[in-house]
C-alpha cells in the first residue's frame, strides 16, 4: 500500500489523506466502509470532469462530509466553476486565469497519488 502522507505534497489540509479514486456511489460506499469513519479523500478518476460533467460529481459526492478533488483536465472553466460550485478540490493541467486568492489552495495542476479502493479489497 502507497502512503501518500509520507511523502510531501502540496494536498494540504482540508485534504486528508489517504486519496482515493472515486468512480460509482458503490465505491465510495465500499471506501467509507473500508476506511470505518476515518477521513479519506475522494478523488475523481482521470479526466472525469471533463467526460463525466460537474453534476456527476456532485450527485456522486453529495451526503458526505469529505473533501473531495474533481479532476477537470484541462478545462478551466469547468474547474473554475466546480470550484464557485463548492467542490473543495479541483486538478486542471492547463490553468491560466486568474484565481480568486482564496482558491489558490484549492487548484492542482497534477493529481496525487491515488489508493485504488477495489485493489485494496481484494488483497
Sequence with gaps: ??????????????FPQPFVTISTRQVLTLACQHFGGHPF?????LHAGASLGLDWWLH?????????ILDCGA?????LKALYE????????DFRAGLPATMKHRLFPDRPPCEDILALKIT
Design 1 to 14: 500500500m502507497t502512503y501518500p502522507h509520507r511523502a510531501s505534497s502540496v494536498f494540504l489540509p482540508p
Design 86 to 93: 463548492g467542490v473543495a478540490g479541483v486538478i486542471c493541467r
Design 75 to 79: 478545462s478551466a472553466s469547468l474547474a
Design 41 to 45: 479523500t475522494p478523488v475523481s478518476p
Design 60 to 68: 456522486l459526492t453529495e451526503k458526505t462530509d469529505l473533501p473531495s
